[in-house]
């Protein structure tokens, strides 16, 4: 065993097995079927994944071979054309979908919009016919910067359906993050809104857009949805409203096959350092990952009312609000604002309202939630919950409980979902009905994708033993490259174990238990070396969070002469609590018990907030500078408030 190996400290053993009415109903029948299929998925992947591209998509031409993998770069469904919009929209036209709602929107100051599948089609149609009017087609880059509005849908489906490639940049970006975007990937449209409803204020996206567009050459024409009717500057030959470029534009369109490799989405990821990285997406495989997986981990029905709460700026807000769960015919409902507008429960009364089925949502909302107290959950039913979903960080098993007790009642799965923007889709997680959900655990693997957890040399380590995250063979939905910079690609993604070019480096540290469950333990790049052991932050932050007192728990190391690395845990309390000196002592010995002695923290600091990004993960980097008594380097633009950091230097 490589002495890089991550030890793994985690001791929860709790499992829930689906129920029986859950099972009776579920998609995937049996684990048996499971089993099989995975077998198959991973030991012929070609056939596995032709069959499925062949039942799961509508195809203008077929394809000849699945794959062209020459690593690390792969070619799926070679030869085949297709339209991705048409894949989501035209296919359901002239079926019992066509009335269906495709969307419903619930604005932050109490609008609501339902939208059915063929008002969304023709709404796309609409809109494509602009794109092509004012030039803007194949393989041309279009900005998109918008709330969470049903235009911002349309603008995705309608550069799919002109072959055009969107990027996504959240609402919550600024000037200056929007420049640097558009000028990487020299995006020729903008659509923007002049604003969008965030706690009760407008955030003014159309001054955001000025301002960036001011220092970037080549943006041609940008379009603008009306939604907050705040002031606007309209610049004369430039800024159009999409109201405007609607009169006129004919209701039908005709949309032009693509090849299946054809680029669909550029999406900027942080990366813990530098650039941001331009992960790129194609059109088929994408589309095939993300539609498969919503069948099976959300255990789609055609009655469901899906809500996903991440916005469309991220990568789950395009597989799991857009491509995936229209393309299988699914009722998405959309929300435009805060979580805790006008009150902490909004989410729950919304849930009542539209009587949504599904939730899917991110750990670092469940512990907001938490730390508003139950008070606000219990006053409404939420009855109609079938499923429960959480993504994008390790969910610490104190959150499982409360989301699985609190919101679904101990009737819902919690579908806990492993995966990455470069993933393009979900990696590991439960078969509802099938897999037993384990607090903290993404569980397994999904069709097709062979996960191991290897050392350093890309060797798999034995169960329970900690390693590196890896994905050993290529599969349809990941990225292709990174925008303009493929040796990044090669770099980041694909040169961690030597002489082995076609397995793909995660950046997560993993362990697998004895049932063969996946634990992700934290990035990589974040495991701390605790009296010689490598400790991933998830299992300490874990640990403190159990503690009745803690909301929420950030753990780094600091360089430490004696030992090299000394252990210092970032923690928030929840409201009603009270920093003293013995809280402090009552943590360490906390941790003590809960993980062994080895890891009680050398310092604890309480904190109003941890410094996060922009989609809610926190920013450990950040928290290793203030922990080292340095002032803050490096990027900070992906930070959601500036003024945590500040609050936490004055305290040093
Ligand atoms: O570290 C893992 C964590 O989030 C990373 C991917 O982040 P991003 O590209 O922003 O995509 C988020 C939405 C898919 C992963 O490398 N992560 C995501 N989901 C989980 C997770 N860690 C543990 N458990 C998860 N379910």
């Known amino acids: 065993m490589s002495d890089q190996t991550i030890t793994s400290v985690s001791r929860e053993h709790r499992s829930f097995r689906p129920s029986a ?178 706690r009760g204020k407008v955030i003014e996206l159309k001054a955001n857009v000025d301002k960036a567009v001011e220092g970037t050459p080549t943006v041609q024409s940008v379009i603008v949805v009306k939604r907050c009717g705040n002031p606007v500057t309209m610049k004369e030959g430039r800024d159009i409203w999409w109201k405007d470029a609607w009169e006129g534009a004919p209701n039908s369109h005709k949309a032009k096959a693509f090849d299946s490799e054809h680029p669909l989405f550029i999406l900027y990821t942080s990366g813990s350092t530098g650039k941001p990285k331009g992960v790129l997406h194609t059109s088929a495989g994408y589309l095939l990952g993300a539609k498969l997986t919503s069948h099976y981990v959300f255990d789609l029905k055609e009655t469901d009312r899906y809500f996903c709460s991440a916005d469309i700026g991220w990568i789950t807000g395009h597989s799991y609000v857009v491509y995936g769960l229209l393309a299988n015919g699914s009722t998405v409902f959309m929300y435009e604002g805060a979580p805790n507008q006008p009150e902490p429960d909004r989410f729950w009364q919304m849930i009542d309202r539209h009587a949504i089925t599904i939730l899917y949502t991110a750990p670092t909302a469940i512990r907001a939630f938490m730390r508003w107290g139950d008070n606000y959950v219990l006053r409404h039913s939420l009855a109609s919950l079938r499923l429960l979903g959480s993504v994008g960080e390790p969910i610490n098993p104190e959150a499982w409980m409360w989301y699985h007790k609190m919101i679904g009642k101990k009737r819902c799965p919690i579908v806990d979902t492993w995966w990455q923007t470069e993933t393009g889709a979900i990696m590991i997680a439960p078969m509802p009905g099938v897999t037993a959900c384990t607090p903290g655990s993404a569980t397994k693997p999904f069709f097709g994708i062979s996960a191991k957890v290897v050392d350093d040399q890309g060797k798999e ?192």
């Not at 009335?99 to 796309?124: C, M, S, W």
Request: proline share 4%.
């Open 21 to 198: 009415e859950f099972k009776a109903q579920a998609n995937l029948g049996s684990d048996a079927v499971y089993k099989r299929l995975y077998a198959e998925s991973v030991n012929s992947p070609e056939k596995f994944w032709g069959r499925q591209a062949t039942e799961q998509l509508i195809w203008r031409k077929p394809f000849k071979k699945v794959l062209d993998w020459k690593p690390p770069h792969a070619k799926w469904f070679v030869g085949g054309k297709l339209n991705v919009s048409e894949n989501c929209l035209d296919r359901h036209l002239g079926t019992a979908r066509e009335n269906k709602a495709a969307l419903i929107f619930e604005g932050e100051p109490g609008d609501v919009r339902t939208i059915t599948y063929k008002q969304l089609h023709l709404h796309v149609s609409r809109l494509a016919h602009i794109f092509e009017n004012m030039g803007v087609g194949a393989g041309d880059r279009v900005a998109l910067y918008l709330p969470m509005i049903p235009e911002a849908v349309v603008a995705m489906l309608a550069c799919a359906r002109v072959g055009a490639i969107h990027t996504v940049i959240f609402g919550g970006f600024s000037a200056e993050a929007i420049k640097d975007r558009i000028n990487d990937c020299k995006a020729k449209l903008v659509i923007t809104a002049d604003g969008g409803w965030r």
């Open 461 to 652: 380590v034995p169960r329970n033993t900690g390693g590196k995250l890896a994905i050993m063979k290529p599969w349809p939905s990941m990225l292709r490259t990174l925008w303009g910079d493929d040796e990044r690609y090669k770099k980041a993604y694909w040169s961690e174990f030597a002489g082995q070019p076609g397995v793909y480096f995660t950046g997560d540290g993993a362990r697998q238990d004895k049932d063969g469950n996946f634990w992700i333990v934290g990035r990589i790049d974040d495991v701390l070396n605790v009296s010689g052991h490598r400790i991933g932050t998830a299992e300490i932050e874990s640990a403190l969070v159990s503690h009745p007192a803690v909301a929420e728990a950030a753990a780094v190391g600091r360089p430490d002469e004696l030992k090299g690395q000394a252990l210092v845990v970032f923690v928030t309390l929840k409201s009603g609590q009270i920093a003293t000196e013995e809280l402090k002592e009552a943590l360490r010995s906390h941790v003590g018990r809960e993980i062994g002695s080895l890891a009680k923290p050398d310092s604890i600091r309480f904190a109003a907030s941890l410094p996060k990004t922009r989609s809610g993960k926190i920013m450990r980097r950040i928290l290793k500078e203030i922990a080292a008594g340095g002032l803050v380097k490096g990027d900070t633009t992906t930070l959601e408030d500036f003024s945590v950091v500040a609050a936490l230097q004055a305290e040093d």
